[in-house]
């Protein structure tokens, strides 16, 4: 069985940081790719950034300001979001990919105010 548990979410106001964290755990190995994704209300799932097991990483165009980063020893990837708008708000979900299994977190909410 396989855990994943993000934390970091909350309200801020626009222009401020957050850090998000995802840690997996339980039954995973040899993880390839983790990533951040979003979606806001009435709106589709979105990539913020992916990152690989060798630290490539991949983000969306609408995301400067937001820097992702793993610790592979720990299982765990980091969403460091500076300089927060309005338009980022949505529930954050944490996504692990390897050898034939993708897994989802259960989603951080981050709301930033005006």
């Known amino acids: 069985q396989v855990q994943l548990v993000e934390s970091g979410g909350g309200l801020v106001q626009a222009g401020g940081s957050l850090r998000l964290s995802c840690a997996a755990s339980g039954s995973i190995f040899s993880i390839n790719v983790m990533g951040w994704y979003r979606q806001a209300p009435g709106k589709q799932r979105e990539l913020v950034a992916t990152?690989?097991?060798?630290?490539?990483t991949n983000y969306a165009d609408s995301v400067k300001g937001f820097t992702i980063s793993r610790d592979n020893a720990k299982n765990t990837v980091y969403l460091q979001m500076n300089s927060l708008k309005p338009e980022d708000t949505a529930i954050y979900y944490c996504n692990v990919q390897g050898p034939g299994y993708n897994y989802w977190g259960q989603g951080t909410q981050v709301t930033v105010s005006s």
């Open positions: 990152i690989s097991y060798g630290g490539s």
